[in-house]
């Protein structure tokens, strides 16, 4: 589904080609013009983009509230640092490359003054881009990525209650399940800006939490870094993890 998305949005710059110029143009100018540069010095511009940046970026792929680490522990592989290289181009291909087509679809068919947000936006960059067809490929994307990033936060949340309670962790897990389903409900008529509010407050906690267990596994994490580039100073095409 990820290939699908980044495939279409290439087509849409594709189409677009000739108005690469003047996106790049925009671009700079924005990031450099007077009002950018009085506002940075009054602290306000870097301030926001430093806030909506690092909020966006830990939310679209879970490296850095440490959620993410839940997933990959549980990949049968033959050392642990081949996952982490994975798990480094995860980010890369979520944050980096799905974001990145994102913005370029949204600069290319020129909707950012339509007053539209979110996922509305992006719709309307589709539907001007692809026709009628557009919004419903976008419904299709958003449901598809919606869907398999809840199986994953609900296994996160699952990881976290069978390590607390060990072999009688099943009825803390149902109870989860139902709170869990409540709240997607009562999330689905929220307005977007409080859903934001509420996810972007619960991830500095988390995150806040998650910088203090990066320090104290940071040794280990050396550890197991140095035994893989060991065995492959070694000669060992396949480093394996005893």
């Known amino acids: 589904m990820a290939l699908g998305f980044i495939a279409i949005t290439i087509y849409i710059v594709i189409s677009n080609i000739t108005a690469v110029p003047a996106i790049f143009g925009l671009i700079m100018k924005s990031a450099f013009s007077s009002t950018a540069v009085v506002g940075g010095a009054a602290g306000h511009t870097v301030t926001e983009a430093f806030r909506y940046g690092v909020a966006r970026g830990l939310f679209s792929n879970d490296a850095g509230n440490g959620c993410a680490g839940y997933m990959h522990a549980s990949a049968n592989v033959k050392h642990p640092v081949e996952q982490s290289f994975l798990a480094m181009l995860g980010t890369f291909v979520t944050t980096g490359i799905i974001c990145s087509c994102t913005a370029f679809a949204l600069l290319m068919t020129d909707v950012l003054g339509t007053g539209k947000d979110g996922i509305n936006l992006l719709q309307e960059a589709f539907h001007v881009a692809l026709g009628p067809l557009g919004k419903w490929i976008v419904f299709g994307a958003m449901f598809l990525f919606g869907f398999t990033t809840l199986l994953a936060d609900v296994f996160y949340g699952e990881t976290n209650l069978r390590y607390m309670f060990k072999k ?10 139902i ?4 709240v997607l409900t009562i999330s689905s008529v929220v307005p977007l800006s409080t859903i934001w ?5 619960l991830l500095a906690i988390i995150v806040f939490l998650n910088v203090i267990a990066l320090f ?6 050396r550890y197991a870094f140095k035994h893989f580039v060991h065995q492959l100073k070694e000669g060992s095409e396949e480093p394996k993890w005893d």
Not at 168 to 173: E, K, M, R
Not at 179 to 182: D, G, L, Q, R
């Open 179 to 182: 709170i869990a389903a409540v």
């Open 197 to 201: 509010a509420s996810v972007d407050f």
């Open 168 to 177: 009688h962790a099943q009825p803390a897990i149902w109870i989860y399940r």
């Open 216 to 221: 104290a596994l940071f040794k280990y994490v």
